[in-house]
């Protein structure tokens, strides 16, 4: 990185608002000739809506980009690589039954007399690949290739049509450790040419391994932007994260729950690729916090436990009894819930009225010829409805007429209809506003002291330690602590989740 | 008959023939290239082309195309390959073939075309041999201008396929044959699709619109599937089809037969399933003699009614795949 | 229960356009709804309407269940002419008529089962999936028949299509039980809210510990049985088995009463009643431009006229602008 030099391209208190919601608000943010700026932030925090502001695919409402200290308006993608700006997704979007040399040169083709000049493109492909140290045949189709070589020639396509800022969405996502070194040797011979190099990626150690500077987002704002080799893993989580080490108030005093008989326990459970085998027992009135990175394997430990994804080993018994869960079927039959995270693909029934929705779950546990008839629906729906406080013109609406909290309410009150033994919830107050948000954090509260087992997923450290007994911590498909009593704090989080062998850490479950 | 003796009748047949008329084609390869089995008259035509071969001790080759006209040329390469001494096709179109049947006359094999025309030059086959749809229509027409005489009748047609050219040549002939004959109009014509179903609900349709049918003297349908499904409309609405109703229809399959059994039906005109018989005559006569035939062979469209032995009729036709 | 607004129920627009199709009918011919007793049996224009439109109401109620789960079943035509294969030759070969009825209604069970078992546990798209019977099918039902009409004088067979109850054509009172069984089997358990839930969100419905795969293995086999009972009706109505016709393309009008009656092609809410409804608009068309004495070439014309007058007054749009207007009225 150049020192103190110039910013190429300079993104100026950028609001950008989608409805009401404001996805990037007030966002400063730039990268020097010379450097890999690191962009880091969970889902929704703001990061593609940046990109996609600094690449031309949207216009901000307000604030400016600069381009080499000049005000620029790119109108689309193709206008930024015009001015210098290309972009290398994560998904190759090249064409993968063309050779390697036509995919580089594809729309710009050297030509005479308007003939391709094949021979000239693939001398020219050769001695482009060779300046990244990839030396294949490049007559060859580009799908016959690995996605890390697939990715380089769509870096090379894209710096031979820019130029001066390369934008890298999670490249490293599908690729193992050597290709990622491969990647990495890429990037740095292209930081040595003077560009400028923006990389988005979940992975903080590669965050670390390959940037000079990072910019943390959330909700929309702007955290900060540090110099890399200034600050420690812990310190970049606890950003993203939102937790101010200043507001630790260590175990809020809900720890004291751990008494109550075992009402789920999980031994061993694991699936090849998707959770090393872990083990955990949640007590009557006990709430386990998850705590972990986006691709930690938070989402995925839940699906085995709820049997959306069959777990390869392990038991699971419910009351002390060994119950087979190999679909979500059975386990509502066993008298599990979950809400998911994604309400809109895996939630909510959209057509279906706010009745239907809340009434399915008992519905699909009682069995096709056990019906619940209008009147016994209406009476459910009714109680949840009431006890949850869902804000609903009537019950018998379209559900997808709903607010996100009120729609989350309603996917709590389905489970709560079938009186589980256990629920799980996936970032439960995800995506809702302020007011509806709070009383989510209520309703688990209120589920623990009524005697109910809780596993509650959330990035929301704040929220988790509110709340929870316990907190387990993933990080790369793994559960690697278990905090309880003074540990449940954001600081002990904090370092667990980035691998800080500094941090307290009580207890290490799983393989 | 048991097979055993069906199959010394057919050899002491062969044997009988191919040593008096057609010497020249006993023991040649004949390659058959037929469109598929789509009906019942298909299947008839594909056994009847198969019993006259075996007749006459003509070693034929049969390839079904499955309704598609590439298998049918892969069919004609394949026959122009092993040298037959000739190639019948009952081409699934019209158009398309001109490379295929050059290829076979520069092979001097004779091509010969059974029951469809093509839009190719005629010196690209020896022949074609097919019925005279106008003049099927004209027959059925003759035989009910004949039988009512001078009584006024109203008729009511069941039309093939809309566009096929069995419906508008049927149509047509029909048509002819009842001009200056103003005793006899045609006051119904709806399309059945050829089919029993579509027949039935066709005539259902009509009697309805004809005051219960009591105004309706005839029915004429373009073929005999839908006769077959009339006849049964007829029933339902408590008339006596081939009495209170005349019933005329195309085509000679077994099931009308069986229905002039019963007195169901009146008169039906055979579109007959054996269009090798006459291109084998033909072909033999070039073989040997040189003669070349006429370039349209036209079959006989003979008329039936059930003075014409119904019982007898049936019973020749019904083991014939129809 | 559900309380019916009769009212509302009889403005909807299936019910208006098959009463403007009926109307035009009776205008192009006075005696259409003359209804006279013939052999005991009710005979007249309006019973052709139901008897003739009962084989397609009958694939639209199984068609009705495989939509709203989001699916679509080509199969059927091929199914009919299946089933009425296997019961013809059946009795023909001298078995009794019960074995033949039972033979082809297992058949039809097994060809939805196979449909089932395609989209369900081998994930293909229903489209694709039922094409593979589509296609298939025909030539199954034309190898159980030779290629040739497969005609029989078995009387039960002859009684599915063409007999009659209390003076009410059979497949009228087999299309009735069907509909009025299959509507109330799916209101009263589960089974509807089931496949609704579905249809709407297959994702969301596997997180709510429905079974979906048992339940989509059992609509399309239900729909496999409705296309044999169909075939079945066909059959016995022309006395035998035409592999080569039977159920030609009717999985086509299938699919298109089960539109007019109101179900989306995208699943979830759906009236088995109305796709009856939407039958019988079709068979009312079909039925007057027969007696119309049109010249035959107008036949597809008129009908795909009508059906898109009746599609555009059901889109919402056209419906939201009716509201306004009716509301303008009342206003002034």
Not at chain 1, 390 to 406: C, F, Y
Not at chain 1, 440 to 455: K, M
Request: with cysteine.
């Amino acid at each position: 990185m150049v020192e103190g030099a110039e910013p190429v391209v300079q993104a100026r208190g950028i609001v950008k608002i989608f409805g009401q919601h404001r996805a990037l608000d007030g966002v400063d943010f730039e990268v020097r000739p010379g450097e890999v700026h690191a962009l880091l932030g969970e889902n929704g925090a703001g990061k593609s809506t940046l990109i996609k502001i600094l690449t031309g695919a949207y216009q901000p409402d307000g604030g400016e980009v600069l381009l080499e200290g000049a005000p620029v308006r790119f109108s689309d993608p193709l206008d930024a690589q015009r001015h210098g700006i290309g972009t290398v997704y994560q998904e190759v979007n090249l064409l993968p039954n063309r050779s390697v040399a036509e995919n580089l040169f594809l729309g710009h083709q050297p030509t005479r007399f308007g003939i391709v000049q094949r021979k000239v493109i693939e001398a020219r492909a050769r001695d482009l690949l060779a300046g990244y140290g990839l030396e294949i045949d490049v007559k060859a189709e580009l799908g016959s290739y690995s996605v890390a070589v697939q990715q380089i020639v769509a870096i090379a396509r894209a710096v031979e049509l820019s130029g001066k800022v390369l934008v890298l969405d999670e490249p490293t996502a599908s690729l193992d450790r050597n290709e990622v070194a491969k990647m990495f040797e890429v990037v740095g011979r292209l930081k040595a040419r003077g560009l400028g190099i923006i990389f988005i990626t979940h992975f903080l150690d590669q965050v670390f391994e390959i940037a000079d500077r990072v910019t943390i987002l959330r909700n929309g704002r702007l955290i900060g932007t540090k110099v890399l080799s200034e600050v420690t893993a812990t310190d970049v989580v606890r950003m993203m994260l939102g937790k101010d080490l200043a507001f630790d108030h260590g175990g809020v005093g809900v720890a004291e729950a751990m008494q109550g008989p075992v009402r789920v326990e999980f031994k061993s459970l694991g699936r090849q690729g998707k959770v090393a085998p872990f083990s955990l027992a949640l007590h009557e009135g006990e709430v386990v916090g998850v705590a972990g990175l986006l691709g930690s394997g938070r989402t995925e430990m839940a699906r085995l436990m709820f049997g959306v994804d069959p777990a390869d080993c392990g038991e699971i018994s419910v009351g002390g009894r060994v119950v087979n869960i190999r679909n979500p079927a059975q386990a509502v039959a066993a008298g599990f819930g979950f809400c998911p995270e994604d309400r809109k693909l895996d939630g909510i029934f959209g057509d279906l009225s706010v009745r239907e929705n809340i009434i399915i779950a008992l519905q699909a546990k009682l069995g096709w010829f056990r019906a619940l008839n209008r009147d016994e629906q209406i009476e459910i729906a009714g109680n949840y409805a009431e006890a949850l406080d869902i804000r609903a013109a009537n019950h018998e609406m379209p559900v997808k007429l709903l607010s996100g909290g009120n729609q989350q309410k309603v996917i709590l009150a389905r489970w709560l209809a079938i009186d589980p033994n256990f629920l799980i919830l996936d970032e439960p107050t995800r995506g809702i506003d302020v007011g509806a948000h709070a009383e989510i954090v209520r309703t688990i509260n209120r589920l623990r002291e009524e005697g109910l087992a809780l596993l509650v997923i959330s990035s929301e450290l704040d929220e988790v330690v509110a709340y929870s007994n316990r907190i387990v911590v993933m990080r790369d498909r793994e559960m690697v602590a278990e905090l309880s009593g003074a540990d449940i704090a954001p600081s002990v989080i904090v370092a667990a989740i980035a691998d800080n062998p500094g941090a307290k850490v009580t207890a290490e479950v799983g393989a | 008959m048991s097979i055993i003796k069906k199959l010394a009748l057919a050899a002491g047949v062969s044997a009988l023939l191919s040593s008096a008329a057609y010497a020249d084609l006993s023991g040649k390869v004949i390659g058959f290239s037929q469109i598929g089995s789509e009906s019942g008259w298909r299947a008839a035509e594909t056994s009847v082309t198969k019993s006259e071969a075996e007749k006459l001790g003509i070693d034929l080759k049969f390839a079904d195309a499955q309704q598609k006209q590439e298998n049918q040329i892969k069919a004609i390469r394949g026959f122009i390959a092993q040298g037959v001494a000739a190639i019948l096709v009952a081409p699934v179109v019209s158009t398309g073939w001109e490379e295929v049947l050059t290829e076979a006359k520069e092979a001097n094999i004779p091509v010969i075309l059974l029951d469809r025309g093509i839009d190719a030059p005629q010196d690209l086959y020896l022949t074609s041999v097919a019925s005279d749809q106008v003049k099927e229509g004209h027959v059925a027409g003759d035989w009910l201008v004949k039988t009512v005489a001078d009584k006024d009748c109203k008729i009511v047609e069941l039309q093939g396929t809309v566009g096929s050219s069995p419906a508008i040549n049927r149509k047509k002939g029909f048509e002819d044959a009842l001009a200056g004959h103003a005793n006899l109009s045609i006051i119904r014509s709806q399309t059945g699709d050829f089919t029993r179903a579509k027949g039935k609900e066709v005539m259902e349709g009509f009697l309805k619109a004809e005051d219960g049918g009591k105004g309706i003297c005839a029915v004429y349908a373009h073929n005999d599937d839908m006769a077959v499904g009339a006849i049964q409309a007829i029933k339902d609405a408590g008339l006596k089809p081939g009495t209170d109703i005349l019933v005329v229809s195309i085509d000679g399959v077994p099931d009308i037969f069986q229905a002039f059994v019963a007195g169901e039906a009146n008169a039906t005109v055979e579109l007959t399933p054996n269009m090798a018989g006459p291109a084998f005559a033909a072909l033999d006569a070039y073989l040997t003699a040189g003669t070349v035939p006429e370039k349209f062979i036209i079959t006989e469209s003979k008329l039936y009614t059930p003075a014409d032995d119904a019982q007898g009729e049936y019973d020749r036709r019904k083991g014939l795949g129809y | 229960m559900r309380r019916i607004d009769w009212r509302g129920a009889l403005l909807r627009p299936q019910f208006m356009a098959l009463a403007a199709v009926l109307g035009i009918n009776w205008l192009l011919f006075p005696g259409f709804f003359d209804i006279t007793l013939q052999d005991g049996r009710l005979f007249g224009s309006v019973i052709d309407v139901l008897n003739r439109g009962a084989p397609v109401a009958i694939l639209a109620i199984g068609m009705t269940a495989v939509i709203a789960t989001k699916g679509v079943d080509l199969s059927v035509g091929a199914v009919m002419a299946i089933a009425g294969a296997v019961a013809a030759v059946l009795v023909t070969g001298g078995s009794s008529a019960i074995v033949a009825v039972g033979a082809a209604l297992l058949v039809g069970l097994l060809c939805g089962l196979w449909n089932g078992i395609l989209v369900t546990y081998l994930e293909i798209q229903p489209i694709i999936a039922t094409l593979v019977l589509m296609v298939a099918g025909r030539g199954l039902a034309q190898l159980v028949t030779e290629g040739s009409i497969v005609t029989f004088s078995d009387p039960v067979l002859i009684f599915i299509g063409t007999g009659s109850l209390f003076g009410m054509p059979m497949p009228i009172v087999i299309a009735a039980v069907l509909a009025i069984g299959a509507t109330l089997i799916v209101r009263k358990t589960a089974l509807g809210l089931l496949i609704e839930a579905v249809g709407v969100n297959r994702s969301a419905a596997r997180f709510s510990g429905i079974s979906s795969g048992l339940l989509l293995v059992v609509v399309y086999t239900f729909a496999g049985f409705c296309a044999a009972t169909s075939g079945l009706i066909v059959a016995g109505d022309i006395r035998g088995a035409d592999a080569n016709n039977a159920g030609l393309w009717l999985e086509l009008d299938a699919i298109l009463a089960v539109v007019i009656g109101g179900t989306s092609l995208l699943g979830g809410r759906f009236s088995i009643p109305m796709s009856v409804v939407g039958a019988l608009i079709i068979q009312a068309m079909n039925t007057g431009i027969l007696i119309s004495g049109f010249s035959p070439e107008f036949n597809l014309v008129v009908k795909s006229g009508v059906i898109i007058l009746i599609l555009v007054l059901q889109a919402p749009m056209t419906s939201q602008w009716l509201r306004k207007r009716m509301s303008e009225g009342k206003a002034q």
